[in-house]
């Protein structure tokens, strides 16, 4: 009876791993969906000026409208997370970001427009915090830091999505048809993510195993007063903030401009080297998330690692000599791309420090700092530059001046990192 009872067990959590796996994939899709949907503005900007005469506020309103909605959506997606669950949560907003991605194909303004890239942004808001959901639940807490990073990577495929194959599809069907055409695909994956993925394992059938079922909304935001009440939820918070907002800011935008501008660099060049600072971000999610969990057994070490580290780039950019190469340019903003990838292992941090059940609030409010720092670094940068050097607010001048700026605010916050918790060592492992 044991033995039978040991291959029963057995079977079901081989039938566990491969479920999981599975649900881990549709999930990623999802992600990467989301990043696709981030980036896609930039390489059909040129259509809509001059389909539809957008001014650069405008254009620059359009694009915005989609972070700002993402990063408002993410406390009450963290509701919904822990108290609906996650399949229900993603699959409902999903069908939301299918109906924004139509509204925009069919845009014949900037508010109509704008509109439906709020749309994305609610509906795209929950599907890399759903995932991390997942993986709490269908893993072991152990391989948290790892598969997460392993999803940040994959999200890379749709910023990359955005960029070359985007153009060749619009130029083949035209930017309206190719978002019908992915708002078509957003609602095939909606249905396909809603009949394969379970909110949590099966395994009642299993002896000594019980499913427990979701606390209720007015428990999820009993428990919130204690996530918001701990020091280490706002030094994550604040750490993420800058972090975040100052790489994604250079990447979707300042880069450019500095190597064009000030190291005049080709175009061609300009973009190998984003490239190069994407595939950074891709080598180093996966990289930093295997050495918290197996390697150093920290989150504190990698953490503040990469934020150094990241201020170190810059700090190089500040004093680089004016003959510098495209080669030295590479090798710096490559390792821009890896350090910050560390940024990551901040999400496993957060969710070690709360209980199972309220990890998707802990995660999304995280990620609410996270997306708003994109739009206050993008537009601060902008503003700074502006007022530091009206006139020349994208000479060489201008740049030294913002990268100090992101230079101090990350050696401020590696400081403060300092002074949260570890929770890797001391993690009850289940």
């Known amino acids: 009876m044991n033995i039978k ?49 957008l001014d650069a506020w405008e254009l620059s309103t359009v694009s915005a409208s989609f972070f700002y909605a993402f990063a408002l959506m993410q406390i009450p997606v963290g509701i919904f997370l822990d108290s609906i669950g996650p399949r229900i949560t993603m699959t409902l907003l999903t069908f939301i970001a299918a109906a924004g991605a139509l509204l925009f194909s069919m845009g014949e303004s900037y508010y109509s427009l704008s509109i439906g890239r709020v749309l994305l942004g609610i509906g795209m808001a929950c599907n890399f915090m759903g995932t991390l959901k997942l993986i709490t639940i269908w893993f072991k807490p152990q391989l948290f830091a790892t598969l997460s990073a392993v999803i940040v990577s994959a999200g890379t495929a749709g910023n990359i999505a955005a960029a070359t194959p985007l153009v060749i599809m619009v130029q083949a069907l035209g930017w309206r048809n ?15 993510f809603f009949l394969l993925v379970s909110d949590r394992p099966d395994t009642r059938i299993i002896p000594g195993q019980q499913s427990s079922s979701p606390p209720k909304v007015k428990d999820t935001l009993k428990r ?14 604040f750490s993420t903030f800058c972090r975040y907002g100052i790489y994604a800011s250079v990447q979707a935008l300042w880069a450019g401009p ?38 150093f057994k920290s989150r504190k070490k990698i953490i503040i690692s990469g934020i150094c580290g ?63 720092g994109v739009a206050v670094f993008l537009q601060g940068l902008g503003s700074l530059m502006n007022s530091l050097y009206p006139g020349l607010s994208l000479g060489g001048q201008a740049f030294r001046g913002a990268f100090i700026f992101c230079s101090i605010c990350l050696t401020v916050i590696g400081v403060i990192y300092t002074f949260t918790s570890e929770t890797l060592t001391s993690e009850k492992r289940r």
């Open 224 to 237: 919130a007063r204690s996530l918001f009440s701990r020091r280490d939820f706002w030094i994550i918070s």
């Open 310 to 372: 990241m201020a170190l780039i810059l700090w190089s950019l500040v004093f680089l000599p004016g003959g510098a190469g495209k080669v030295t340019l590479s090798i710096l903003f490559f390792c821009f791309g890896l350090f910050s990838s560390s940024g990551q292992v901040m999400y496993a941090h957060i969710k070690e420090q709360v209980p199972l059940e309220n990890a998707g609030m802990a995660m999304t409010a995280i990620n609410f700092f996270t997306m708003a």
């Open 178 to 192: 190719s978002f019908m055409t992915m708002a078509g695909l957003t609602c095939f994956m909606a249905a396909i």
């Open 258 to 295: 500095y190597l064009m501008k000030v190291k005049g660099l080709s175009g061609i060049t300009t973009g190998n080297i984003l490239l190069l600072m994407s595939l950074g971000m891709i080598i180093g999610s996966p990289l930093s998330g295997y050495l918290s969990d197996n390697i």
């Open 5 to 53: 009872t040991s291959l029963l067990s057995s079977y079901f959590i081989k039938l566990k791993s491969f479920r999981g796996l599975l649900i881990l994939i549709v999930a990623g899709i999802l992600f990467i969906l989301s990043q696709f949907y981030r980036s896609s503005v930039a390489v059909i900007a040129p259509n809509l000026i001059q389909d539809l005469g």
